[in-house]
Nanobody, 127 residues
């Protein structure tokens, strides 16, 4: 089992940046597909980005491609989501997730694809 703890959320103006962190209780570098999801009030949880570092694979949702970057530091057992050019529609609770094994080809975009979750960190983009 792996435990996940997110941090780094906050409030930022449109066009600003934030970096989210997800600390894992064990190494996930070669054995887990790691992902970020988000959920806005009244909406379903949606996949944002995924990484399978063993093969250097990254996937992004169309809504964040070019603005967000997912990365992983194996030495720190930590995954990151660098979010630039933030928009009000990026406002949501952001969750870190892990799935044993590789990401599905093209990405694993459903909640049911991931078995381990963090508690979430709030991101608010507003002027």
């Amino acid at each position: 089992q792996v435990q996940l703890v997110e941090s780094g959320g906050g409030s930022v103006q449109p066009g600003g940046s934030l970096r989210l962190s997800c600390a894992a209780s064990a190494s996930t570098y070669s054995s887990y597909c790691m992902g970020w999801f988000r959920q806005a009030p009244g909406k379903e949880r949606e996949g944002v980005a995924q990484i399978y570092s063993k093969f250097g694979i990254r996937y992004y949702a169309a809504s964040v491609k070019g603005r967000f970057t997912i990365s992983q530091d194996n030495a720190k057992n930590t995954m990151y989501l660098q979010m630039n050019s933030l928009k009000p529609e990026d406002t949501a609770m952001y969750y870190c997730a892990a799935r044993l094994g590789p990401c599905a080809y093209g990405g694993s975009w459903y909640e049911r694809d991931f078995g381990y979750w963090g508690q979430g960190t709030q991101v608010t983009v507003s002027s």
